[in-house]
C-alpha cells in the first residue's frame, strides 16, 4: 500500500455566535441574516437564562421546524454553546446540584441529535458561583465522566473551551482533562480570546492542544475583559495563532464569538469582523472556504 501524502494547507469554515446577531423570534429571519452576512454556520446558546435554558424542553416539533429553518437559509448548525452549566455546576458541593448539571448534560446531547449538532461545547467552569473549593476539579471530572458515555452512545461530541477566569482556563488544563477520559467523543474546543486573557501564549498553548482541537472560537479581549472587545482593539496575537494552525495543518470550523446588545448595525459589525478575521486567516496561508451556494 502506498503512503498517503499529509495534506500541505489548512481549510477552515467561518461561523457566527448566535448572540451576535438581531434577536427575533423568527428563525427563518435569524438564519437569512447569519447566511446574508457571510457565513456558513450558525453556533447557538443554551446560557443560564430561563429562556434558553426552556429550549432543552422543546418537543421534536419544535427542534425539527427550527432545524428545517436553517436548512432552507442554506446555513449549518455548527454547536451549541452549553454556557448554562455556569449556573447548573459540574462541579458544585451539593450532589443535587451536580445531578441536575448531569441531566444537562444528557437534555442538550439529546437536543443536538434531534438538531443535528454534532458538537456540545462545554464550559470549563468547576462551580462558578461558589466559593473557591480544591476539590471542584475533581467533582467537575467525575460528573463529566457520567456523561461522557451517552455522548458516546449517541454519536454527539463534548469538547471542552478554555475559558476565562480560573478553572479550565489554559489549553494544557484542559488536556489533561481528556488524558484522565480518554475518548474520541471528548475533544477540545480553544478559545482563542481566553488564552490572551488570562495571560496565554497562543502559540504554545494551541501546540498542546494539537490533534484535539474540533473547532474555535475567536474573538478579541483585553487583560480582565473576556467580551465585547472589537476584533484588533484588544491583546490577542491573532498572527501567531493563526501561524500555528496553520504549521498544524489544522482545518475546522471557527466560530466568530459577537454580542449584539440590540444594536442597529449588528449585522454590519459582523460583516467587518468576518472580513477583517478573513484577511488575517489568508496571510497566514489559511485558506477560508465560502458558504456553500444556494
Not at 447548573?88 to 451539593?94: E, F, L, R, T
Not at 456540545?120 to 466559593?131: D, K, L
Not at 480544591?134 to 458516546?152: F, G, H, N, V, W
Request: contains cysteine; glycine residues 6%; aromatic residues 8%.
Amino acid at each position: 500500500m502506498e503512503r498517503v501524502t499529509q495534506r500541505k494547507e489548512s481549510t477552515v469554515t467561518l461561523g457566527i455566535y448566535e448572540k451576535a446577531l438581531p434577536s427575533t423570534d423568527d428563525w427563518g429571519v435569524f438564519f437569512r441574516n447569519a447566511r446574508e452576512a457571510g457565513f456558513s454556520f450558525v453556533d447557538l446558546s443554551i446560557d443560564e437564562s430561563v429562556e434558553r435554558m426552556k429550549r432543552l424542553e422543546w418537543d421534536y416539533r419544535q427542534r425539527q421546524n427550527v432545524r428545517e429553518a436553517a436548512r432552507q437559509a442554506h446555513i449549518r448548525l455548527g454547536g451549541i454553546c452549553l454556557s448554562a452549566h455556569r449556573a447548573v455546576m459540574p462541579g458544585s458541593q451539593d450532589p443535587q446540584m451536580r445531578q441536575r448539571a448531569l441531566e444537562l448534560y444528557r437534555k442538550a446531547i439529546d437536543f443536538c441529535v434531534d438538531m443535528g449538532i454534532p458538537v456540545v461545547q462545554v464550559a470549563g467552569y468547576y462551580a462558578y458561583y461558589e466559593p473557591h473549593d480544591p476539590d471542584a476539579a475533581q467533582r467537575y471530572l467525575e460528573t463529566l465522566a457520567l456523561a461522557l458515555p451517552y455522548a458516546e452512545q449517541r454519536g454527539i461530541i463534548l469538547a471542552i473551551e478554555n475559558v476565562d477566569g480560573n478553572d479550565l482556563a489554559a489549553i494544557p488544563d484542559v488536556v489533561k482533562v481528556l488524558e484522565q477520559l480518554p475518548s474520541p467523543w471528548l475533544r477540545i474546543y480553544p478559545d482563542i480570546g481566553n488564552i490572551a486573557e488570562h495571560g496565554g501564549d497562543a502559540t504554545s498553548e494551541l501546540a498542546a492542544g494539537e490533534g484535539r482541537m474540533v473547532a474555535l472560537h475567536v474573538k478579541d479581549v483585553l487583560p480582565g475583559q473576556p467580551r465585547r472587545i472589537p476584533l484588533g482593539e484588544g491583546c490577542v496575537d491573532f498572527p501567531a495563532a493563526f501561524r500555528e494552525l496553520a504549521r498544524q495543518n489544522w482545518s475546522g470550523r471557527i466560530m466568530l464569538e459577537m454580542w449584539n446588545d440590540d444594536a442597529p448595525d449588528s449585522i454590519a459589525k459582523c460583516i467587518a469582523a468576518r472580513e477583517y478575521l478573513e484577511v488575517l486567516l489568508r496571510q497566514s496561508n489559511i485558506i477560508v472556504i465560502p458558504p456553500e451556494r444556494t
